[in-house]
């Protein structure tokens, strides 16, 4: 049984601070990986995807993958109340047969920046 | 707003009632998913429709049945549910000759209520 695991939180950090997000996966031979940020009662939305050992940096936002360990985190830098949501990190199931792209979610971090 | 489109965005339909939902991109992407979302819990995938070819999730019930009239449209026919599908519904597409390792992007959902 392929797994994602996370801790569900509520992971709560003030304003202005770094919030960091964390996701482990059971395949080694995972490749990608997504992380998507849902308000309540909205749909996800893709914040950050990496392929490659290292860091991927996009605005206050960097992804950090590390296929040895099979880890992979976001920070949020200069976190906002805006950012209070829940984060899922996600993984390709590589073994999904055909030109398909299953991805095996993690249940999700509940993060909550605090005025 | 996102660039995939889902019809209606609420639906209330009685255990005997036929609906339908609709979901439509417009970025050329040759893969295209449904999925099923309970409150608090990770999207679960029910269909993916990908170059032609139609994958299921062994578990949906067979009450739940999925249309793909063209590449940039996937409808999901819904005939006799039950209270416990009571859901958000997630439509989401990817890009690429090789869709392995692309990611998802997500339409904004229909929220659905079963009486």
């Known amino acids: 049984q392929k797994e994602v695991e996370q801790n569900s939180g509520p992971l709560s950090v003030p304003e202005g601070a770094i919030a960091s997000l964390n996701c482990t996966y059971s395949?080694?031979?995972?490749?990608?990986f997504f992380w998507y940020r849902q308000y309540s009662g909205k749909s996800p939305e893709l914040i950050m995807f990496i392929y490659s050992n290292g860091d991927k940096e996009d605005g206050r936002f960097t992804a950090q993958l590390n296929k040895a360990s099979q880890y992979v985190s976001l920070l949020i830098r200069d976190s906002q109340p805006s950012d209070s949501a829940t984060y899922l990190c996600a993984v390709n199931d590589r073994d999904y047969g055909g030109a398909t792209n299953k991805l095996i979610f993690g249940t999700g971090t509940l993060l909550a920046v605090q005025p | 707003d996102t660039e995939v489109t889902q019809t209606p965005k609420h639906l209330v339909m009685g255990m005997t009632n036929k609906k339908s939902l609709k979901c439509e991109q417009h970025?050329?992407?040759?893969?295209m998913y449904w999925y099923k979302q309970k409150a608090k819990k990770p999207p679960e995938l029910m269909f993916v429709?990908?170059?032609?070819?139609?994958?299921i999730n062994e578990s949906v019930p067979s009450r739940f049945s999925p249309e793909c009239p063209n590449s940039s449209l996937l409808n999901l026919h819904l005939h006799a549910l039950q209270p416990e599908d009571s859901a958000l519904y997630l439509c989401?597409?990817?890009?690429?000759?090789?869709?392995?390792?692309?990611?998802?992007?997500f339409g904004d959902g229909t929220r659905l209520s079963i009486l």
């Open positions: 970025m050329g992407h040759r893969a």
């Open positions: 429709y990908s170059y032609e070819k139609l994958s």
């Open positions: 989401a597409s990817s890009q690429g000759r090789t869709v392995k390792n692309q990611p998802q992007h």
């Open positions: 395949d080694r031979g995972s490749q990608s």
